[in-house]
């Protein structure tokens, strides 16, 4: 049993305070929400539901252009799967008699096509949720304890060069130029006649011609995840002059080895002609062709 704090309530689930070995309607049954009969009642979990009827719908066929248009769309680049390999060792806060389970979630960071190369860089991390058995009383015949979890993060990184299907759009590079205007000047008549000119530019003002392109970054979808594990429990122990099963044994560290292999598809936003579907002379419906190649 809990105790409750105070009158403090968050929505119909009420805070338990565990300092005391009673509730508060225990210790003090007189108050007006322990009184089963009183509108303050509070209860720790309620549910309300609603049998809802079967919705009718009626289909409609989509319409879309089937003149041809220019698009601006998503273009797979490529989809490899990457194999890489991941050595870890997982300390415990405490010390573990067995590990009960352990779910993986693989989870990416990062993953840059590093342009104009093929290498492609990816980092993440795999997500555990480790549930792990603990010793709080012992004898000859058995062992009791409780269920914890740890929920940790094992990074990762690597490159892997790419072999693409579709290469990705040539890079519009940024340019900068300067230009100057034709300048007819005098010169001083000390040094030269009097007809004599100075044909030259004009040094009195400075122009130029920025060119700033803004290129399309390649970017990635994770499709599927494969993790091959195997962990060992690092340095077991029996606990010192104490009465313990022969066979159980403590231990806090664990060494993994994994062996990850990921599905990725890298992706860039492209303009891509898609012809018409009914009449013109355009190419059958399954040419397509970006417009950088045109």
């Not at 929505?11 to 089963?36: A, L, M």
């Not at 555990?128 to 709080?136: E, L, V």
């Not at 000047?185 to 400075?206: I, N, Q, T, V, W």
């Amino acid at each position: 049993m809990y105790n409750a704090i105070g009158n403090t309530n968050i929505s119909n689930i009420r805070i338990f305070d565990s300092s005391h070995g009673q509730s508060k309607c225990n210790s003090k049954p007189s108050v007006p929400e322990c009184n089963t009969n009183s509108k303050h009642q509070n209860f720790c979990v309620d549910v309300k539901s609603n049998v809802l009827d079967s919705c009718t719908n009626t289909p409609v066929t989509p319409t879309g252009i089937t003149t041809g248009v220019t698009a601006k769309i998503p273009v797979v680049l490529a989809e490899l799967t990457i194999q890489f390999n991941v050595n870890a060792l997982i300390k415990l806060p405490e010390l573990a008699l067995e590990i009960k389970n352990i779910k993986k979630k693989v989870k990416i960071t990062q993953c840059t096509l590093l342009q104009p190369t093929n290498i492609l860089f990816i980092k993440g991390f795999v997500r555990k949720n480790i549930d792990y058995s603990t010793g709080k009383c012992a004898n000859m015949e058995g062992v009791c304890g409780e269920l914890h979890h740890c929920t940790i993060d094992v990074p990762f990184e690597c490159s892997t060069p790419v072999t693409f299907s579709t290469p990705p759009a040539e890079l519009a590079v940024n340019s900068s130029a300067e230009f100057e205007f034709f300048k007819v000047s005098d010169l001083p008549h000390k040094h030269f006649a009097e007809k004599d000119k100075l044909l030259s530019g004009d040094f009195s003002e400075f122009n130029q011609i920025i060119v700033e392109n803004f290129n399309e970054l390649p970017f990635c979808e994770l499709i599927s995840a494969r993790i091959f594990e195997f962990d060992e429990f690092i340095g077991r122990h029996r606990p010192y002059d104490s009465e313990f099963p022969f066979e159980e044994k403590f231990f806090h560290k664990i060494e993994e080895k994994m062996v990850i292999e990921l599905t990725v598809k890298i992706l860039q936003n492209r303009q891509v002609e898609i012809p018409p579907t009914t009449g013109g002379t355009s190419r059958p419906p399954h040419c397509f062709s970006t417009a950088e190649e045109k």
